[in-house]
């Protein structure tokens, strides 16, 4: 029996692999029948519904560990910008149902998506923080500041600039449309980058193990954020683009990744 | 390596991975002025301080006395 085996349980098992399994059939079910499905409910209301499931995983997560211990700020502040990207998806999905329309942006569900990229660089540079004792964190920060820099000047050229200077949508539209890609690189890639160089060094520490999947959830999160910005603004953008199974992607990732922590931290083997 | 600093080593890996185990343990050693495979069991009591100091961010007291405990067991 591996370390893995002997220490992830089964209800995590199988909520990972029927999670999986739906995931895929959904998205399967989407690109290969498009007109098929309502694709507001499956997309937009099943992110929606998803991010909600992952919230209520997370919390539970959250609530096992004692007042005063880390893990269980980090893990509220991740829960708290989950539950915020869960209103504005479940926002998103409630006007296109009611107005048969894309929302205006900016418009109430961005309130909600800006208000979970404040919390999430908290709780991602937390993270990471705390690996200070036991990891020399210079290097990490080396290279995940070079990444970061490196990209966000890239998308600044290619994406931003280009966005911000047409003269064919509202200025305030504009800038909305920038701050994603802008905040999902520097609030969110930025400090996954971050989390996963310095859990690297842990080789198969099983302490590392749930970081790796809410940070690579983190980081789809963002990119889908980025992607759906960019598609939004040349008008390519339909509910039920491959984009919204981005955001599903990240948030199942990052509810097992609060299922493997409470397994993690609950095992008793050591060997 | 010396068999204290061995069995911290041992408990360590699973959680934090073999090179950051050797990493705390080594660090403890040389904060005592020794190298580690001179750790003895005089040591064990800074040997769990350091271990609850540098875990206590990344892991939960219930893990880290469960690995503080499992030390205690193999050195007996």
Known sequence: ?271 | MGQLAEICVAALEPYIGRVVADTVVRATALSLGKPMDELCMTDLPALRKNIRRVLEPVAARTTIENIIRDIEVRVE
């Not at chain 1, 098992?13 to 309502?38: E, M, N, Q, R």
């Not at chain 1, 504009?174 to 520097?186: C, H, I, M, N």
């Not at chain 1, 690579?216 to 990119?223: D, S």
Request: proline residues 4%.
């Open chain 1, 1 to 271: 029996m591996t370390a893995a085996e002997a220490v992830i349980s089964k209800c995590t098992k199988g909520v990972a692999g029927a999670g999986a399994v739906i995931l895929v059939l959904y998205s399967a079910a989407a690109a290969l029948a498009p007109g098929a499905f309502d694709q507001v409910f499956l997309s937009d209301w099943g992110g929606a519904i998803l991010g909600f499931a992952a919230a209520a995983v997370i919390l539970r997560t959250a609530l096992y560990f004692e007042r005063g211990e880390s893990l269980r700020t980090q893990w509220l502040l991740i829960c708290a910008a989950v539950t915020l990207w869960a209103f504005g998806d479940g926002m998103f999905a409630l006007i296109v149902s009611s107005t048969h329309a894309s929302p205006a942006v900016p418009g109430p569900q961005d309130v909600f998506y800006v208000a979970g990229y404040v919390l999430i660089p908290i709780a991602l540079l937390m993270i990471a923080y705390s690996y200070r004792r036991l990891v020399d964190m210079r290097w990490p920060v080396f290279v995940a500041g070079g990444i970061t820099a490196a990209f966000a000047g890239l998308m600044w050229l290619a994406v931003i600039q280009p966005s911000l200077e047409t003269t064919t949508t509202d200025f305030i539209e504009r800038v909305t449309l920038a701050f994603y890609p802008l905040a999902a690189l520097v609030l969110a890639l930025g400090p996954v980058i971050l989390i996963i160089v310095t859990i690297t060094r842990l080789g198969a520490g099983r302490l590392a193990w749930p970081w790796w999947l809410a940070a690579v959830g983190a980081g789809a999160v963002a990119i889908s954020s980025a992607v759906y910005s960019y598609l939004t603004f040349n008008s390519a953008y339909t509910s039920g683009s491959l984009v919204d199974y981005g955001w599903m992607l990240g948030y199942y990732l990052i509810l097992v990744g609060a299922l493997v922590e409470r397994d993690v931290q609950s095992a008793r083997r050591t060997s």
